[in-house]
C-alpha cells in the first residue's frame, strides 16, 4: 500500500461526496412544488406519515434532512409529534434507494445491456448529456443536467474508491481489522461512529460498499456495522434539536429509539436464528448488492414490526423529555424555524405561509378598527393593539429569515416568491399601522364624544366595503400565487382612490357650508386618509406579484402602461367596480358630519 493508494482513495472519497451532495440538492430544486404539496399534507395516520417520509427522502436522497425538517415543523407547531413518529420510519426506508443505486458497482456480465449498466460505462455518457443540458438557458433542463452530473460524479467516486481499495486485500491488518468487526458490539459502534461524522447514512453504506470491492468484508462484518449506521444517522437530528421545544427534541428522540430498538431486536432474532441453524453465508464475502439488500430488508422488517407501536415510541419520547412544573404554560414556537433553510424549497414554502399569516393578522386588524368606528368595544381596541404588535414582529422575523433564504441555492419559481416576498412583506406590515391609526381615530372620537351623522356614517361605509373586498381579493391572489387574480386589484384600487376624493370634496362642501364641525371633520379626513392608504399598500403587493413573476421591478412603468395605455381589461374591471360602490345620493340640508 502506498501513498498513491492514499490520495486516490481520499480522492475517490471527496468525488463520491461531492457528488451525493450536488445531486441531492438539484433534486430538492426540481422537486420543490411537489415537495412542499408532500409535505402539507399533514395526516394523523401514521401509514399516510410513512408514505410520506418515504416519499420525500426518496426524492432528496437524504434521512438526514428529512429528519431535520420533520424536527424544524415539529419545533414551528405545524406538525404535532404523533405526525412525525410515520415520517420518519418512512425515511428510514426511503434511504435504501441510494445503497441500490450504489449497487450498481457491482454488476457483472459480458452482455451489451448489463455492460452499459455498469458505471464505468455509463457515466460518461451521462455527464455528457448532462453538461449539454447544464449549458441551456432553461433552468429546468440545467437542473436536470445538475442532478445528471452529480450522478456522474458521485458514482466515479465510488469506482475510484473501489479501485484503490483493491489493493487493501493483500493487507493482513484490513483482513484482521474486518475479522474483529465480526463482534457485533464493534461494528455497530464502528458503523455508528463513521456515518455520526459524515451525517450521512447513504454515504456512509456508499463506503462499506465500496469497500466490498477489496473482498474481505464478509457478511458477519458488514451486517453490524449496516445496523450502527442506522443509529449514527440520529446525530443529525439530535444536534438540530437543541435549542428546540420539548416536542422538537421529543422527535429526534423518536427518530433514535426507532433505530436503537430496531436494531436490537434486528441483532437478537438473526443471531438467535444463526444459533440453532448456522448461516453460512457469515463468513463469506458480500458484494454491493448483498449490503444494498441487508439495508432494505432491515429498515423495512423494522418499519413494520414497530409501526403499530408508534404511540408506545412517542410515550417513551415524552418519558425522556418530561414536561416541566410549567407545562401549563404553552411553550414559546418560533414563527419561522431557521433549521428549515437547509431544504430552501420547503423554507421558501413555509415563509409563503407564514407571510399570509401576516396578511390575515393586518386584515383582521382592519376589520376590527373599522368596527370601532361604529362602536366603541375596550377589548376589541386592546386586540387590534396586540394584532398590530404582531405584524411588527413577523415583519422583523420574515425580513431576516429571507435574507437568510436568499443566500440559499434556489430555483428560478423559489427565487421569484422570495423577491416577492421581500416586496410584499412591509406593505402587509403598513396595513396593520394603519389599523391602529383608524382604531385611534375611534378612540379620540369616543373622547370627543363624537357621532358621525347617517349619511357620513353611510358614505364611510361604502369606503370600508371597498377596502375590504379590495384586501380580500390581495390576500387571495397572494396566497394562491394567482397573477390572474392579482391583476383584478388594481382596478379597485383606482376606484377607492376616486371614492376618497369624492368624499373628501363633500366634506369640504359641509365644511364651507357649516353643515360639518371643523373638529368632526378632521377625524372623518383621518378615516379616510388610513383606508385609502391601505388600499394603495394593495395595490403595491398585486404589483409587486405581476412584476416579479414577469422579472420585472419597475412598478411605475406598470401602473403607467395599464393605466394610460387604454388597457380594455382594466377599464372593464373598473367600470364594473365602480358601478358596485357607488356614494348614495347627498341630501344638502341635512347632510352633516
Known amino acids: 500500500m502506498s501513498i498513491f493508494t492514499i490520495t486516490a482513495l481520499l480522492g475517490g472519497l471527496a468525488m463520491f461526496l461531492f457528488g451525493m451532495d450536488v445531486m441531492g440538492k438539484a433534486l430538492e430544486r426540481q422537486a420543490g412544488g411537489k415537495l412542499q404539496t408532500i409535505l402539507s399534507r399533514l395526516t394523523d395516520h401514521p401509514v399516510k406519515g410513512l408514505l410520506m417520509g418515504l416519499v420525500v427522502t426518496a426524492v432528496i436522497q437524504s434521512s438526514s434532512a428529512t429528519t431535520v425538517m420533520v424536527v424544524g415543523f415539529v419545533n414551528s407547531g405545524i406538525m404535532e409529534l404523533h405526525q412525525a413518529v410515520g415520517i420518519i420510519m418512512g425515511s428510514n426506508i426511503g434511504t435504501t434507494a441510494t445503497s441500490w443505486l450504489l449497487s450498481l458497482t457491482g454488476i457483472q456480465g459480458d452482455s451489451f445491456w448489463l455492460q452499459l449498466c455498469k458505471p464505468v460505462n455509463f457515466c460518461p455518457i451521462l455527464a455528457f448529456i448532462g453538461v449539454l443540458l447544464y449549458m441551456q438557458r432553461s433552468e429546468r433542463k440545467k437542473g436536470v443536467g445538475t442532478i445528471m452530473l452529480g450522478f456522474a460524479v458521485l458514482m466515479t467516486g465510488m469506482e475510484a474508491m473501489s479501485t484503490a481499495m483493491k489493493p ?13 468487526f465480526s463482534n457485533p458490539l464493534l461494528g455497530v459502534i464502528a458503523g455508528a461512529v463513521l456515518t455520526a461524522v459524515i451525517q450521512s447514512s447513504s454515504a456512509s453504506v456508499g463506503i462499506l460498499q465500496a469497500l466490498c470491492a477489496t ?55 438473526f443471531y ?31 418499519t413494520l414490526v414497530l409501526l403499530p407501536f408508534s404511540r408506545g415510541l412517542e410515550k417513551l419520547a415524552i418519558l425522556t423529555v418530561p414536561n416541566g412544573k410549567e407545562d401549563a404554560k404553552q411553550e414559546d414556537r418560533p414563527i419561522l424555524d431557521e433549521r428549515l433553510l437547509n431544504t430552501p424549497a420547503v423554507a421558501t414554502y413555509r415563509a409563503q405561509v407564514t407571510t399570509v399569516d401576516l396578511a390575515n393578522l393586518a386584515r383582521s386588524a382592519l376589520l376590527k378598527s373599522m368596527s370601532l368606528v361604529g362602536k366603541w368595544n375596550e377589548d376589541i381596541f386592546a386586540s387590534v393593539r396586540r394584532e398590530e404588535d404582531a405584524t411588527d414582529l413577523y415583519e422583523d422575523t420574515l425580513g431576516s429569515y429571507l435574507v437568510k433564504l436568499s443566500a440559499q441555492p434556489l430555483s428560478l419559481s423559489d427565487s421569484h416568491m422570495v423577491n416577492t416576498l421581500l416586496h410584499c412583506i412591509s406593505d402587509f406590515e403598513r396595513m396593520g399601522d394603519h389599523a391602529l391609526n383608524i382604531a385611534k381615530t375611534a378612540q379620540e372620537m369616543l373622547k370627543a364624544g363624537v357621532t358621525f351623522s347617517q349619511p357620513a356614517m353611510q358614505e364611510l361605509q361604502v369606503m370600508e366595503n371597498a377596502v375590504q373586498d379590495l384586501l380580500d381579493k390581495t390576500i387571495y391572489a397572494f396566497e394562491n400565487r394567482d397573477i390572474e387574480a392579482a391583476k383584478k386589484v388594481e382596478p379597485l384600487e383606482q376606484v377607492v382612490d376616486e371614492l376618497a376624493r369624492k368624499l373628501k370634496s363633500r366634506h369640504i362642501a359641509r365644511l364651507q357650508a357649516g353643515g360639518c364641525n371643523q373638529a368632526y371633520g378632521y377625524l372623518f379626513n383621518d378615516l379616510l386618509t388610513n383606508l385609502e392608504r391601505v388600499a394603495d399598500h394593495c395595490s403595491n403587493v398585486a404589483v409587486d406579484m ?28 373598473h367600470a364594473r367596480y365602480a358601478g358596485r360602490y357607488t356614494i348614495p345620493a347627498e341630501e344638502p340640508t341635512k347632510a352633516q358630519n
Open 272 to 302: 438467535s436464528y444463526n444459533a440453532f441453524f448456522p448461516v453460512a453465508q457469515l463468513s463469506r464475502p458480500i458484494q454491493a448488492v448483498g449490503i444494498a439488500m441487508i439495508h432494505s430488508i432491515f429498515n423495512i422488517s423494522v
Open 168 to 180: 487493501l486485500a493483500n493487507e493482513p491488518w484490513f483482513t484482521d481489522l474486518f475479522l474483529k
Open 215 to 269: 473482498g474481505s468484508v464478509t457478511m458477519g462484518a458488514a451486517l453490524p456495522i449496516i445496523m450502527g449506521q442506522n443509529i449514527g444517522t440520529c446525530v443529525t437530528a439530535l444536534i438540530s434539536s437543541i435549542g428546540a421545544t420539548k416536542n422538537a427534541r421529543r422527535t429526534a428522540m423518536v427518530h433514535l429509539y426507532f433505530n436503537i430498538i430496531g436494531v436490537f431486536l434486528f441483532l437478537t432474532a
Open 546 to 573: 405581476i412584476e416579479v413573476s414577469a422579472g420585472e421591478f419597475d412598478t411605475h412603468d406598470y401602473l403607467d402602461k395599464i393605466k394610460m395605455g387604454g388597457n380594455e381589461e382594466f377599464i372593464r374591471r
